[in-house]
């Protein structure tokens, strides 16, 4: 794991960098081929808040290393506005891990933002490529930690280890469900990437979810889920990215244009939600400031733990655009009017 002591040049901006990752929007996160010209050049142009150029699952391994290099000139040449910039490379257990890691950071690290990592069993994984990534930012002069890290839980395994994955590396951004290996590897009786099996009487996949959730929050992580393949279930779609977004993720990956509005829908609050937010957030620092640690808003008691809830909030109606129509009035001013 990668441990600058505090006197070490550029620690400061390093934990600087670390808190300001971690609030990154992710409500969006666009899966590309790496291997489509066709793709790489739309992707682009979509609303979406982070995009994940695949070089795994989506590229055949003839065409690994010709990916690579097309992965690292859209990097470099796309105009990505605020998106966060995603590689997903190979997993540490093939030959292509390394070699992906090593030419796509080399040729365009300056414009990459995080790496993807699937497939992760275990804490070892994420500490060999914080590892690696330590040394091609030293050559490449980068600074220290610039590049991120999102573990991808896949299988049983990683799910066992998932509280010992959280903590594995400070690069660490967020946790991601992979469900269609999660599905093979516990003998889920489905086909269709994303579905729940047919006759379990409740959500199959509420367990891995909510066990991520936790794992990722306790180490101040974003949670996100994994794609929803069955492209024409719209209406699955939204329940998916509903349940997931009332559990308390932070985003979902698209796999499909189609899918963006969906799931951006799902996790974005509404006007009403978001000012009320701000409200709570105003009101609980006004009374704090006063001395008082719970008060009444609107009839309602609020106290330290709904300023955590509404800061959730918020900042998920930030990232999605909104402005605070309503502004917080102390009692006082209130009737001074």
């Excluded at 605020?82 to 257990?93: H, I, T």
């Excluded at 590892?131 to 610039?146: K, N, P, Y």
């Excluded at 590049?147 to 991808?152: D, K, N, R």
């Excluded at 959500?203 to 306790?218: C, K, N, T």
């Amino acid at each position: 794991m990668l441990r600058l002591p505090p006197e070490c040049p550029g620690a400061r901006q390093y934990a600087q960098g670390v808190s300001m990752r971690t609030s990154r929007a992710r409500r969006t996160c666009l899966a590309v081929p790496g291997s489509s010209q066709r793709f790489l050049a739309k992707a682009p142009q979509l609303a979406v808040d982070e995009v994940m150029l695949d070089l795994e699952d989506s590229v055949a391994p003839g065409q690994k290393a010709a990916a690579r290099a097309a992965v690292a000139a859209a990097l470099g040449s796309a105009d990505w506005g605020s998106r966060v910039r995603a590689v997903r490379v190979n997993d540490v257990s093939t030959g292509w891990a390394y070699r992906d890691v090593i030419d796509v950071v080399e040729q365009a690290g300056q414009h990459l933002d995080t790496i993807v990592l699937p497939k992760v069993t275990g804490p070892g994984d994420v500490r060999w490529l914080d590892v690696l990534l330590s040394g091609v930012e030293q050559a490449m002069g980068f600074a220290a930690g610039a590049i991120g890290i999102e573990a991808q839980i896949e299988d049983a395994a990683g799910l066992a280890a998932a509280e010992q994955i959280a903590a594995a590396s400070p690069r660490l951004e967020a946790l991601i469900f992979g469900p269609a290996d999660f599905m093979a590897s516990v003998g889920m009786r489905s086909l269709e990437i994303g579905v729940p099996p047919a006759g379990y009487p409740g959500d199959a996949f509420h367990y891995p979810l909510l066990r991520i959730l936790v794992a990722a929050r306790s180490a101040g992580l974003q949670a996100i889920d994994g794609p929803y393949a069955a492209i024409a279930d719209t209406a699955g779609l939204q329940r998916s990215a509903a349940s997931a977004a009332a559990l308390g993720f932070d985003g979902k990956w698209v796999v499909h244009p189609g899918q963006v509005e969906i799931v951006s829908a799902a996790f974005s609050p509404g006007q009403e939600e978001y000012d009320r937010a701000e409200l709570i957030v105003a009101a609980c620092e006004h009374y704090a400031a006063a001395g008082a640690g719970a008060a009444l808003l609107d009839g309602e008691m609020i106290d330290e733990a709904s300023r955590k809830l509404a800061l959730v909030a918020a900042a998920r109606g930030r990232a999605a655009g909104l402005h605070r129509t309503r502004e917080f009035t102390p009692p006082a001013a209130a009737g001074r009017g």
